[in-house]
């Protein structure tokens, strides 16, 4: 089949056949491959930025909540109760096990929060891994080796999916099946 020709004001403009009209895709098939292309990887992008900043968030949770149990560990005087205020509200609103409103009220105005010892015991002998939450949906935020002795927060003991884990002194919980618990 002869190409027709598009001729205006006599400049060729194009050539094309019938059969090659048939055969073209139309404009935004290609348009939407380029698109895709682009969008997917910022899509892919944004999503793991988001992810990454819900880490380190919850990495920063874990912290805060080490520096409360460390204040809450000194005997309370009248000075320090602003500052335990603050340290109860933390681990209340960040270890994902919320105290009873006797339970501050005493930690601010009349007991030092006291301190359980325990030593790791994997039985694989690479240690346990330290999570910014109670569970394995937290994220690890740091690592123990088997035989280190730890300091537990008496009463952090709460139950995830039918495993018990313990807040940690330092801030951080871990998983009990791998503690062997010692008397302070």
């Given at each position: 089949?002869?190409?027709?020709?598009?001729?205006?004001?006599?400049?060729?403009?194009?050539?094309?056949?019938?059969?090659?009209?048939?055969?073209?895709?139309?404009?935004?098939?290609?348009?939407?491959?380029?698109?895709?292309?682009?969008?997917?990887?910022?899509?892919?992008?944004?999503?793991?930025?988001?992810?990454?900043?819900?880490?380190?968030?919850?990495?920063?949770?874990?912290?805060?909540?080490?520096?409360?149990?460390?204040?809450?560990?000194?005997?309370?005087?009248?000075?320090?109760?602003?500052?335990?205020?603050?340290?109860?509200?933390?681990?209340?609103?960040?270890?994902?096990?919320?105290?009873?409103?006797?339970?501050?009220?005493?930690?601010?105005?009349?007991?030092?929060?006291?301190?359980?010892?325990?030593?790791?015991?994997?039985?694989?002998?690479?240690?346990?891994?330290?999570?910014?939450?109670?569970g394995y949906n937290y994220p690890p935020v740091a690592g123990i080796d088997d035989e280190t002795m730890i300091r537990i927060?008496?009463?952090?003991?709460?139950?995830?999916?039918?495993?018990?884990?313990?807040?940690?002194?330092?801030?951080?919980?871990?998983?009990?099946?791998?503690?062997?618990?010692?008397?302070?």
């Amino acid at each position: 089949m002869e190409p027709s020709v598009l001729e205006f004001s006599n400049k060729t403009l194009m050539k094309f056949s019938i059969s090659e009209m048939a055969d073209a895709k139309p404009w935004w098939e290609s348009a939407s491959v380029s698109i895709g292309a682009i969008l997917v990887p910022i899509t892919v992008a944004f999503v793991g930025s988001l992810y990454s900043a819900a880490v380190k968030s919850r990495e920063i949770e874990g912290q805060f909540v080490g520096i409360a149990v460390n204040i809450l560990q000194e005997e309370p005087t009248e000075s320090t109760q602003p500052l335990r205020t603050w340290a109860v509200s933390v681990i209340n609103e960040y270890s994902g096990v919320p105290m009873e409103q006797a339970a501050r009220e005493n930690l601010i105005e009349r007991e030092a929060l006291p301190a359980r010892l325990g030593i790791v015991r994997s039985g694989s002998g690479i240690g346990i891994n330290v999570r910014s939450g109670p569970g394995y949906n937290y994220p690890p935020v740091a690592g123990i080796d088997d035989e280190t002795m730890i300091r537990i927060v008496p009463g952090s003991e709460t139950v995830v999916d039918g495993e018990t884990w313990v807040l940690l002194e330092g801030g951080g919980w871990v998983i009990t099946q791998f503690l062997v618990q010692q008397e302070p």
